[in-house]
């Protein structure tokens, strides 16, 4: 484990930029793959994907900067705003990445008259292969995204430099649903956290393996928004059950919590979690919707729909 995939003459390059970006590249590959096999217009789908990408980084920093302002509340003007533009120093949300993109695309279809759904549904293996990316990117990054302290035997102990790596966890938490000083000792030296926590990071890239493989599923229905809204409901209630609940995250409301080394690990409600309750019923309610459709008919192997044609198969 190393933060730092090549470093030439100090200037560095994260092993987290590079995985993510070796997901994008591959769903990239897959939804173009896909949008021929369907008849749609690939060369606008990958146009579209970049405008994706360009605001899903944008969302994805301002999401974070807007949940962790206390990470540069204190930081003086213009430091302040170098800070926040600076993605190489870390820190996005992948809830913001996804607004940010899907709010993109939005704007593109209506922009060129594409029918949204049909063209975003492709999309759904790529942004599970980027959330694979970006969690194996947080496991090189050592205590990024770190569980709570749990006595679960699936309790993980990192390494003594990955531990090292954030001595802030170390100092005394005002929030104790975050602090975790009482489990830190000296080692070397140097203080640090020794305590089992949930491997979180790891949780992640089972949940993005999850979606990757139900995503060629859901992408078996040819009803437009079928994949779409099926990513966001499990991806919602894996990312809040499965990862958040175990995840050293701010309580937003603190209605249980129970950490340490005698107990699970576990902690209600976070910010994600609170978000994700809306968009599992919106998640439901769409795909209600959608299943009272009928099931359009495939395009022929090598016929390209035209703009309306696609917009009259998706039912508007």
């Not at 640090?192 to 491997?199: D, E, G, I, K, S």
């Not at 795909?287 to 035209?306: D, H, N, Y």
Request: charged fraction near 15%; hydrophobic fraction near 50%.
């Amino acid at each position: 484990m190393d933060p730092i995939f090549l470093n030439i003459g100090g200037f560095t390059i994260a092993w987290y930029g590079v995985l993510m970006t070796l997901g994008i590249v591959a769903g990239i590959s897959i939804g173009l793959k896909l949008a021929r096999e369907r008849g749609l217009d690939a060369d606008l789908f990958e146009r579209m994907i970049y405008t994706m990408l360009l605001w899903g980084f944008i969302g994805a920093r301002l999401m974070f900067v807007a949940t962790s302002w206390d990470l540069f509340a204190d930081t003086p003007f213009p430091q302040r705003l170098l800070d926040i533009i600076n993605l190489r120093q870390g820190g996005i949300s992948i809830h913001g990445g996804l607004l940010g993109g899907i709010l993109a695309a939005l704007w593109f279809t209506r922009k060129y008259k594409m029918n949204f759904y049909r063209y975003l549904d492709l999309a759904a293996p790529g942004v599970a292969l980027g959330i694979i990316g970006g969690r194996l990117g947080n496991i090189m990054n050592g205590t990024d995204t770190v569980g709570r302290v749990t006595g679960w035997p699936i309790g993980y102990h990192w390494p003594a430099w990955a531990r090292a790596f954030h001595d802030g966890m170390c100092i005394p938490n005002p929030d104790p649903t975050m602090d975790l000083s009482k489990y830190c000792e000296t080692v070397g030296g140097q203080l640090v956290m020794t305590a089992p926590v949930h491997f979180t990071q790891l949780y992640g890239v089972l949940i993005g393996i999850g979606l990757l493989i139900a995503s060629f599923y859901w992408l078996r229905s040819h009803k437009p928004g079928w994949a779409f809204w099926q990513f966001w409901l499990w991806y919602s209630l894996l990312r809040a059950g499965l990862e958040e609940t175990f995840r050293l995250n701010p309580l937003v409301v603190n209605s249980y919590l129970s950490q340490g080394l005698h107990e699970p690990g576990i902690g209600l409600w976070t910010l994600t979690q609170i978000i994700s309750v809306p968009l599992v019923l919106l998640s439901l309610y769409m795909l209600w919707r959608i299943a009272s459709r009928p099931e359009p008919q495939p395009v022929a192997a090598g016929q390209v729909m035209t703009h309306a044609e696609a917009r009259a198969r998706g039912g508007e």
